[in-house]
């Protein structure tokens, strides 16, 4: 049975009275899990009044005023539902500030596909420590790869293509591992880092396993191995389960490039063939996608670029970082990097759908999207189990809102608006 309020109403009016202290516990934890968590983290993370949490007690039938008014004012406005229902407010508190305690940071860096010009524009020309780590990284790039980033993402005409790896490799990841700076000059540092493909070298290098000047020259390196030894490809996003690929015509043409989520995933294929399989794709109604890459990614058909990119890496010193790495290609956190890790994220399928399950059991996390385009974040939102703890929290997007995104990040997480 629901309140007005859409919470469980106890089953009768004695349940306080006839509950021992661990029923009770066991309560609250229910009423947490239907999603009462989520609410109050919200509530802190705006630091509403108490004049507003003195206005939705009025409305409130059956609350136990003193009880709401020993609440901190940010969690009274979304605990009065459970203390109109009978609950202890101080008990209540109690468990959402458990679980917030126990929550922990979880930055996650995309891949290619994530790119599009313009990209962090305006936090380029707001944020002293993002264009100071663009900077200085794109003068590292123009180095190794003879271009300028920089200008491949403000300067070029939208009417270009952005798929040419050498460009779009290092842009991802200068962009990305200049956010996570400016996250973290902000205050919100990560206890985790996750990488998706791509994003593995920027993840690598905020959680200190490869030095930022190395991971960049890794990333131009494996563009260069691509370009020079690989027939163009492409990848297409798919919204469909991955049983699909259990479909003959689907699976004699492409492989499984990447499981996000139950109702999506992309598939990689050699360029002559994409047109045929979106073809069938619309035939059967299947609503789909593009990506803007130029190779077919984590499947065999980059595989010529294996042994000169691995002949690189062994150059590469590596250390243990000071965090530890949420591999997508295994679902599991890694502490230590195997030899040929930064092979198999780009070869191997993206798990991203496990790995949020496999953190999900050892949760609750905050997961903040350090890619350019929030797609990350949507993933995750996606694939989060029903009642979940965890929050998920885009910073960047293709939608020009990139400040007023940064700053809700910052109030939820710090409760500042600041910019560094």
């Known amino acids: 049975m629901l309140s007005a309020t859409g919470y469980p109403a106890p089953t009768s009016g004695s349940l306080i009275a006839s509950s021992s202290q661990q029923e009770l516990t066991d309560a609250i934890d229910d009423l947490l899990r239907r999603r009462l968590i989520r609410r109050c983290i919200h509530a ?13 007690r009025k409305n409130e039938p059956g609350l136990n005023e003193s009880e709401s008014s020993a ?14 229902n009978g609950y202890p407010a101080a008990l209540a508190t109690a468990r959402v500030q458990d679980s917030l305690m126990t929550a922990k940071t979880v930055f996650m860096f995309s891949g290619q596909g994530s790119q599009y010009f313009q990209m962090g524009k305006q936090l380029f020309e707001t944020s002293e420590v993002f264009r100071h780590w663009m900077v200085r990284l794109d003068k590292l790039a123009q180095e190794m790869a003879g271009m300028p980033v920089i200008d491949a993402v403000y300067a070029s005409p939208r009417t270009d293509s952005f798929d040419r790896t050498l460009k779009t490799h290092p842009a991802i990841f200068i962009l990305e591992y200049s956010l996570a700076q400016c996250l973290i000059g902000d205050g919100i540092e990560p206890d985790l880092v996750l990488g998706a493909s791509l994003g593995s070298f920027a993840a690598s290098a905020v959680a200190g396993h490869l030095d930022v000047e190395d991971a960049l020259a890794a990333v131009v390196q494996q563009a260069i191995a691509l370009e020079d030894t690989c027939q163009r490809g492409g990848m297409i996003a798919v919204l469909a389960g991955r049983e699909l690929f259990e479909q003959d015509w689907l699976r004699d043409q492409a492989e499984l490039a990447a499981d996000n989520f139950a109702n999506h995933f992309a598939l990689a294929a050699p360029q002559a063939r994409l047109d045929e399989i979106e073809e069938q794709l619309r035939a059967r109604g299947l609503a789909h996608q593009r990506l803007a890459v130029s190779f077919a990614f984590h499947s065999r058909w980059i595989d010529p670029a294996q042994a000169s990119f691995e002949a690189f890496m062994h150059s590469v010193p590596r250390g243990r970082g000071h965090l530890p790495l949420v591999c997508c290609e295994q679902a599991a956190v890694l502490t230590d990097l195997p030899d040929d890790f930064f092979w198999r994220a780009v070869r191997r399928p993206i798990r991203l759908r496990d790995t949020i399950a496999q953190l999900e059991s050892q949760g609750p996390y905050r997961y903040i999207d350090v890619g350019p385009s ?40 710090t409760g500042s608006a600041v910019s560094t």
């Open 374 to 413: 929030g797609t990350m974040a949507t993933f995750a939102k996606y694939a989060l189990p029903a009642g979940t703890a965890s929050t998920v929290h885009p910073a960047l997007t293709p939608y020009g809102q990139d400040l007023k995104n940064m700053a809700a990040l910052r109030a939820a997480l």
């Open 71 to 84: 609440c901190e004012p940010a969690l009274a406005p979304v605990l009065v539902a459970a203390i109109g």
């Open 44 to 56: 802190i993370a705006a630091n509403q009044a108490p004049a507003r949490a003195a206005s939705r």
